[in-house]
């Protein structure tokens, strides 16, 4: 559990801006090796800079930051009044997966509406078109209904299209959902009010990356996928363009390892799907069964934890 007194700082961090997401995780590998809070490298940063090999841009950057840390303290307190869980990247809470899929480009803080245990059980994205045809969305209501009745929890963003139907049909059957927002957790409140029920209910969580008061962009919609991407175990594709956040999502995910399945299109559809097969992703048909596979009930494969800090940080 982090201190509340130190989630300001971690706040801070995160949102420090023009500084790489790799260079902030490396200042919370860094004060784990030297087992110092994130406050204390602040307080004392011109003490850690050479240690810590912070060059003077984003020492300057660091110390404008903080000079709002102040405000960060009350700002925590309203939005722990909110209802908002602060969970920084060393939180125990924070899921696994994302560090695993992620590593040093993993969000350094998350913001969680929502019972925050769902973060860590077994999850299944499912992505597609914001303009997806019935049968991607028959595709998307047939999988999230499978996996969630086999105890995924079912991650999408918060579009219309897929995401929606993705979402829907999770709750449709009683299952658990994971909104990942495109936008702060404190300016999706009136979206979320529809969803008030299941997130008291613990079976619906909404997520940010962003400032809690950042508003919807395409950038962050853009970011926002690669969250999506990030949390799950397994990908399913219900329909793809050739460019795009569903392809570059996609693209990336077969490029770390991820297991990602593909709706096998017909011969007349008008879509990218058989592009994402041929770079290498696993076609299936419209209940999830792979195609051409040895086993037609094959299922996400469970996963190892895994810590973005390795041995080799600690040594």
């Given amino acids: 559990m982090i201190p509340l007194e130190e989630l300001p700082y971690w706040i801070c961090l995160a949102h420090i801006p023009k500084m790489k997401t790799v260079q902030k995780n490396g200042i919370v590998v860094s004060c784990f090796k030297e087992k110092i809070q994130l406050s204390t490298f602040f307080n004392e940063i011109d003490n850690w800079k050479n240690k810590f090999q912070i060059d003077d841009s984003s020492c300057s950057a660091i110390k404008v930051a903080a000079e709002s840390m102040t405000n960060l303290a009350f700002f925590v307190e309203d939005l722990l009044n909110q209802g908002v869980s602060i969970i920084p990247i060393i939180d125990s ?12 480009n993993a969000p350094v803080v998350l913001y969680v509406k929502g019972d ?8 299944v994205s499912i992505v597609g078109s914001r303009n997806a045809d019935g049968v991607s969305l028959e595709f998307t ?8 009745n086999q105890g995924y929890v079912i991650a999408s963003g918060f579009a219309k299209g897929v995401d929606k139907q993705a979402l829907e049909s999770a709750l449709s059957v009683d299952g658990e959902s994971i909104i990942v927002l495109p936008q702060g957790i404190s300016t999706a409140t ?13 079976r619906v969580i909404a997520l940010s990356t962003f400032h809690p008061k950042s508003p919807w962009s395409v950038e962050n919609a853009m970011s926002r996928n690669s969250i999506i991407y990030g949390l799950a175990q397994s990908i399913y594709v219900a329909q793809s363009d050739s460019k795009g956040g569903t392809w570059s999502g996609a693209i990336n995910g077969l490029r770390k390892g991820q297991r990602i399945y593909v709706r096998k299109p017909s011969s007349d559809e008008k879509v990218a799907n058989n592009l994402l097969i041929d770079k290498g992703c696993i076609p299936v048909d419209m209940d999830g069964h792979p195609i051409c596979s040895t086993s037609v009930e094959e299922k996400p494969e469970a996963v190892e934890s895994a810590s973005l800090f ?6």
């Fill in 116 to 123: 925050v245990s769902l973060l860590n059980k077994d999850c």
């Fill in 190 to 202: 009136s979206s979320l009010k529809a969803y008030y029920k299941p997130i008291v209910d613990g």
């Fill in 93 to 104: 809470n924070y899921p696994e997966s994302l560090k695993r899929n992620m590593k040093y």
């Fill in 141 to 148: 209501d047939n999988i999230a209904k499978a996996c969630a």
């Fill in 310 to 315: 390795s041995d080799a940080d600690f040594q």
